[in-house]
């Protein structure tokens, strides 16, 4: 009749596995995935503190401005702006020392506080 494809189809993991495998291949992704985050932060942190590359300066400044949310009792809001602020940030992907990254900050530049 019909012979074996040869070579054997490498592509066909499922038909080999037990429930046991399928639950081990569940747990790598999420591991890996935590791996690879705990990798890209230290790397991050190391290029902070040893200042990689050398022309790049690792902490940086961005004016926010910020503004107070006032609740009043007849369900209205009342805003108070404040003066700009300087606020330091790190160059980095990740916070990193107590900074929020310089990236946010730009993005995130009015700042709302609820009182």
Same mark, same amino acid.
């Given at each position: 009749?019909?012979?074996?494809?040869?070579?054997?189809?490498?592509?066909?993991?499922?038909?080999?596995?037990?429930?046991? +495998?399928?639950? *081990? &291949?569940?747990?790598? /992704? @999420?591991?890996?995935?935590?791996?690879?985050?705990? $990798?890209?932060?230290?790397? +991050?942190?190391? *290029? &902070?503190?040893?200042? /990689? @590359?050398?022309?790049?300066?690792?902490?940086?400044? $961005?004016?926010?401005?910020?503004?107070?949310?006032?609740?009043?009792?007849?369900?209205?809001?009342?805003?108070?702006?404040?003066?700009? $602020?300087?606020?330091?940030?790190?160059?980095?992907?990740?916070?990193?020392?107590?900074?929020?990254?310089?990236?946010?900050?730009?993005?995130?530049?009015?700042?709302?506080?609820?009182?």
């Amino acid at each position: 009749m019909f012979a074996q494809p040869w070579p054997p189809d490498l592509f066909d993991f499922a038909s080999d596995l037990t429930h046991d +495998d399928h639950v *081990s &291949l569940k747990w790598r /992704i @999420p591991i890996a995935v935590a791996v690879c985050l705990l $990798v890209v932060y230290g790397l +991050d942190d190391l *290029s &902070l503190r040893f200042h /990689i @590359p050398k022309s790049r300066q690792p902490f940086g400044t $961005v004016t926010v401005h910020r503004y107070d949310a006032i609740s009043q009792k007849n369900n209205k809001v009342e805003f108070v702006y404040e003066d700009p $602020v300087n606020v330091t940030c790190v160059r980095s992907v990740f916070p990193h020392l107590g900074y929020t990254p310089c990236w946010y900050l730009a993005r995130h530049s009015e700042q709302r506080i609820n009182y």
